[in-house]
T-cell receptor
Framework: DQQVKQNSPSLSVQEGRISILNCDYT??????FLWYKKYPAEGPTFLIS?????DKNEDGRFTVFLNKSAKHLSLHIVPSQPGDSAVYFC???????????FGKGTRLHILP | NAGVMQNPRHLVRRRGQEARLRCSPM?????VYWYRQLPEEGLKFMVY????????ESGMPKERFSAEFPKEGPSILRIQQVVRGDSAAYFC?????????????FGPGTRLTVL
């Protein structure tokens, strides 16, 4: 039973344009939603999070939107840069120190 | 990722051998999580440890897998009698309690290959 779903295995976006990565979840008890970025042969790196009581959180080029009624969140990257090419994992957790439930990831390719 | 160390980075074992994966958390962190990533999959939670204490092992397979985090030294994930299906990347993350969400810092992972 996959509680966090990323339905797009890969996404290609032109440099300078907006990248939109989508994520759906099934468990309405999640308190926090997170996005991690992962390069090959490295561990995931935390990117941005959002509390379930908010609908938007912005950090520089990265914005996460949460639609609780649809159990959907998205990560917007604008403008997209070559260094953004990586695998992006959507994740969710309950308490602050609770285990993180990861989606399968979306591989983002930024095209020159 | 800075500060969380895992070794070895790559480990090759034959079926039936034992695999020991080590994780040294960030300085000041006394909580460690282990995750496993199978090919084409996301990371899956295995176990949550505090020093000398297992907090949550609900993601650990019932047999052959064990984990510890002693008072001194790294956390160890031990897989006995490895099988081909154990081939995966194993990541540990460390955490300082009362941190904000997203303050689990991941190590670079150990890629286990079972021949």
């Amino acid at each position: 039973d996959q509680q966090v779903k990323q339905n797009s295995p890969s996404l290609s976006v032109q440099e300078g344009r907006i990248s939109i990565l989508n994520c759906d979840y099934t468990n309405s008890m999640f308190d926090y939603f997170l996005w991690y970025k992962k390069y090959p042969a490295e561990g995931p790196t935390f990117l941005i999070s959002i509390s379930s009581i908010k609908d938007k959180n912005e950090d520089g080029r990265f914005t996460v939107f949460l639609n609780k009624s649809a159990k959907h969140l998205s990560l917007h990257i604008v403008p997209s840069q070559p260094g953004d090419s990586a695998v992006y994992f959507c994740a969710a957790s309950g308490e602050r120190d609770d285990k993180i439930i990861f989606g399968k990831g979306t591989r983002l390719h930024i095209l020159p | 990722n800075a500060g969380v160390m895992q070794n070895p980075r790559h480990l090759v074992r034959r079926r039936g051998q034992e695999a020991r994966l080590r994780c040294s958390p960030m300085k000041g962190h006394s909580h460690v999580y282990w995750y496993r990533q199978l090919p084409e999959e996301g990371l899956k939670f295995m176990v949550y440890l505090q020093k000398e204490n297992i907090i949550d092992e609900s993601g650990m397979p019932k047999e052959r897998f064990s984990a510890e985090f002693p008072k001194e030294g790294p956390s160890i994930l031990r897989i006995q009698q490895v099988v081909r299906g154990d081939s995966a990347a194993y990541f540990c993350a460390s955490f300082r309690l009362a941190g904000a969400p997203g303050t689990q810092y991941f190590g670079p992972g150990t890629r286990l290959t079972v021949l």
